[in-house]
């Protein structure tokens, strides 16, 4: 759950109310910052991306331009360079014989967008590789594959051109070429708008288009883009608070947004966080505000995917420091702000509020990360219901809210998923953490009686990759999935340590538009000796 404050000078901040997160709950914890802009901060965005430790490409990868990020701002210790190279491995060890990357391993499905991620995602690790020579080889069979491939997106060639540019390939004419097609549209795009500002997806094309030609320094066509990028703010709208009634409010980051759906914008959710890695004689007006557009947009976002926090963390680490004068002061106790600008609050002042004071010319605004137990304990439907079902042993099925465990028994979960919504998306993740006290077991049980539950039907859909990980199940579905499709999971589970635990909702959404999702509803285990 985010929460935000804005105010200035001195500002008495009212206590801190969460309609979804137990505040009360001793395993509950509240992370605030302190910005001149909305939403999340670096090390928020790189913790959001270590609570994904799915092992798909694109996860991987951005798990680890996560942790480069941070390092690159506040230095690398043993530790973080060692998580680093668990991911730099993780990659390579997806990497086919043909150079290409499968998706969740080297025998998996190649998805043409994640190439050029993940090769740009080595070449950023390779100056913290413990095992240089292999990682060298690594991103060398892997610009030979994208050099040769035939990409169906013609902003995903721009942008695997403008790596190959960066890596010494000569790609001069691919990238001219496929930006001259992108500016010989624009004229018959913009009579197709009212106000004749281009689309977002448009403006994602171009800002990967001027990223490729800064590679190749082709100055007239960066001017050529910069002076539509120019129109383009000249006519963006600005923002407004959905929920704010006045300054001295926690409101919800997500609630800001422009006055009309289809408003002329800058953000680029796609490719505006390539800008940072321009030249500064190329970095124009525009540019940056491209860039801090697509940060705070990212920021405010409640849902957010892995990729999208990766991006947001490239576009924390390239910003300046704008508050290393600000002199802050809460409850009229003075201190100094770190390099993640975290304040430090104890629940107590959050719960009761508090007097903030600042010395910043600049409106600021106090941002929450509350990461803890629910309030309800009821399954959620946004596009998804999933029920999750226990049965013991022998197949019976677990029908209570609380219930006792012997350890070493065995109980089989099942995940009955069915689609509620009409959206056709693919790159479905069903992921099951483990509750405290069970571990996943490879063996063998008797079937559950799924008729008990009234469920009689096979899966509509096939799984294309399922895992059991040390802290839970996951699943992956690549294929879309239409309306009231079904499918049907399951595992096998042991009790080993004694107590009363927590059995949370499994999870579902689309990957790469994670407000899309369901949850199902929560219980409770108790845990015995035999």
Same mark, same amino acid.
């Given at each position: 759950?985010?929460?935000?404050?804005?105010?200035?000078?001195?500002?008495?901040?009212?206590?801190?109310?969460?309609?979804?997160?137990?505040?009360?709950?001793?395993?509950?914890?509240?992370?605030?910052?302190?910005?001149?802009?909305?939403?999340?901060?670096?090390?928020?965005?790189?913790?959001?991306?270590?609570?994904?430790?799915?092992?798909?490409?694109?996860?991987?990868?951005?798990?680890?331009?996560?942790?480069?990020?941070?390092?690159?701002?506040?230095?690398?210790?043993?530790?973080?360079?060692?998580?680093?190279?668990?991911?730099?491995?993780?990659?390579?060890?997806?990497?086919?014989?043909?150079?290409?990357?499968?998706?969740?391993?080297?025998?998996?499905?190649?998805?043409?967008?994640?190439?050029?991620?993940?090769?740009?995602?080595?070449?950023?690790?390779?100056?913290?590789?413990?095992?240089?020579?292999?990682?060298?080889?690594?991103?060398?069979?892997?610009?030979?594959?994208?050099?040769?491939?035939?990409?169906?997106?013609?902003?995903?060639?721009?942008?695997?051109?403008?790596?190959?540019?960066?890596?010494?390939?000569?790609?001069?004419?691919?990238?001219?070429?496929?930006?001259?097609?992108?500016?010989?549209?624009?004229?018959?795009?913009?009579?197709?708008?009212?106000?004749?500002?281009?689309?977002?997806?448009?403006?994602?094309?171009?800002?990967?288009?001027?990223?490729? /030609?800064?590679?190749?320094?082709?100055?007239?066509?960066?001017?050529?883009?910069?002076?539509?990028?120019?129109?383009?703010?000249?006519?963006?709208?600005?923002?407004? +608070?959905?929920?704010?009634?006045?300054?001295?409010?926690?409101?919800?980051?997500?609630?800001?947004?422009?006055?009309?759906?289809?408003?002329?914008?800058?953000? /680029?959710?796609?490719?505006?966080?390539?800008?940072?890695?321009?030249?500064?004689?190329?970095?124009?007006?525009?540019?940056?505000?491209?860039?801090?557009?697509?940060?705070?947009?990212?920021?405010?976002?409640?849902?957010?995917?892995?990729?999208?926090?990766?991006?947001?963390?490239?576009?924390?680490?390239?910003?300046?420091?704008?508050?290393?004068?600000?002199?802050?002061?809460?409850?009229?106790?003075?201190?100094?702000?770190?390099?993640?600008?975290?304040?430090?609050?104890?629940?107590?002042?959050?719960?009761?509020?508090?007097?903030?004071?600042?010395?910043?010319?600049?409106?600021?605004?106090?941002?929450?990360?509350?990461?803890?137990?629910?309030?309800?304990?009821?399954?959620?439907?946004?596009?998804?219901?999933?029920?999750?079902?226990? +049965?013991?042993?022998?197949?019976?099925?677990?029908?209570?809210?609380?219930?006792?465990?012997?350890?070493?028994?065995?109980?089989?979960?099942?995940?009955?998923?069915?689609?509620?919504?009409?959206?056709?998306?693919?790159?479905?993740?069903?992921?099951?953490?483990?509750?405290?006290? +069970?571990?996943?077991?490879?063996?063998?049980?008797?079937?559950?009686?799924?008729?008990?539950?009234?469920?009689?039907?096979?899966?509509?859909?096939?799984?294309?990759?399922?895992?059991?990980?040390?802290?839970? +199940?996951?699943?992956?579905?690549?294929?879309?999935?239409?309306?009231?499709?079904?499918?049907?999971?399951?595992?096998?589970?042991?009790?080993?340590?004694?107590?009363?635990?927590?059995?949370?909702? /499994?999870?579902?959404?689309?990957?790469?538009?994670?407000?899309?999702?369901?949850?199902?509803?929560?219980?409770?285990?108790?845990?015995?000796?035999?």
């Amino acid at each position: 759950d985010k929460n935000n404050w804005l105010g200035r000078s001195i500002t008495d901040v009212p206590s801190l109310v969460s309609t979804e997160i137990d505040l009360n709950a001793p395993d509950t914890v509240v992370e605030v910052s302190i910005a001149p802009s909305l939403g999340i901060n670096l090390k928020q965005a790189v913790g959001a991306l270590n609570r994904y430790p799915y092992g798909c490409i694109e996860q991987t990868s951005s798990g680890l331009r996560g942790l480069i990020a941070y390092a690159e701002v506040h230095g690398v210790n043993d530790d973080l360079r060692s998580k680093i190279n668990v991911g730099i491995n993780g990659i390579l060890r997806k990497q086919k014989n043909n150079g290409a990357f499968g998706y969740w391993d080297k025998y998996s499905s190649i998805y043409d967008k994640y190439q050029p991620y993940a090769i740009e995602t080595l070449q950023m690790a390779l100056p913290f590789a413990d095992n240089k020579e292999a990682t060298v080889e690594g991103i060398s069979n892997g610009l030979e594959a994208l050099y040769r491939m035939d990409l169906g997106d013609p902003s995903i060639r721009l942008y695997s051109y403008g790596i190959l540019a960066n890596s010494g390939y000569e790609v001069t004419t691919r990238i001219r070429y496929e930006t001259d097609r992108l500016l010989n549209r624009i004229p018959e795009s913009w009579k197709s708008q009212k106000k004749l500002g281009i689309k977002q997806q448009e403006l994602d094309s171009f800002a990967v288009a001027y990223w490729a /030609a800064s590679k190749i320094n082709d100055d007239e066509r960066m001017s050529r883009i910069n002076s539509i990028f120019l129109k383009q703010s000249s006519l963006a709208e600005p923002e407004r +608070f959905g929920e704010m009634k006045d300054k001295t409010t926690w409101f919800n980051p997500a609630s800001t947004r422009y006055n009309t759906s289809n408003v002329t914008s800058l953000y /680029a959710p796609r490719f505006g966080y390539l800008l940072p890695d321009i030249p500064e004689k190329y970095t124009t007006a525009e540019i940056l505000q491209i860039r801090e557009k697509t940060k705070n947009s990212f920021a405010k976002k409640r849902y957010r995917s892995t990729i999208d926090n990766a991006k947001l963390v490239t576009l924390f680490a390239a910003e300046k420091e704008v508050l290393e004068s600000a002199t802050i002061s809460i409850d009229g106790k003075n201190f100094e702000l770190n390099k993640d600008r975290t304040v430090a609050l104890s629940k107590d002042q959050l719960l009761r509020g508090f007097t903030i004071r600042h010395n910043s010319n600049l409106p600021l605004s106090l941002n929450a990360e509350l990461i803890g137990p629910r309030k309800s304990r009821t399954a959620i439907d946004n596009g998804y219901t999933i029920r999750k079902l226990w +049965f013991d042993a022998e197949g019976k099925y677990v029908d209570r809210q609380v219930f006792t465990a012997q350890q070493g028994e065995l109980f089989t979960v099942v995940l009955h998923i069915n689609k509620s919504s009409k959206n056709r998306l693919g790159d479905l993740l069903v992921t099951d953490l483990l509750p405290a006290g +069970f571990e996943i077991e490879d063996a063998i049980v008797s079937p559950p009686s799924l008729s008990t539950v009234g469920i009689f039907q096979k899966s509509d859909v096939e799984v294309d990759y399922q895992a059991n990980m040390d802290d839970r +199940f996951v699943a992956h579905f690549e294929n879309s999935w239409y309306k009231n499709d079904k499918a049907l999971l399951k595992y096998v589970v042991r009790a080993v340590y004694t107590g009363e635990v927590q059995i949370g909702g /499994a999870h579902i959404e689309h990957m790469y538009s994670p407000e899309i999702n369901g949850r199902s509803g929560s219980a409770r285990a108790l845990v015995i000796e035999r």
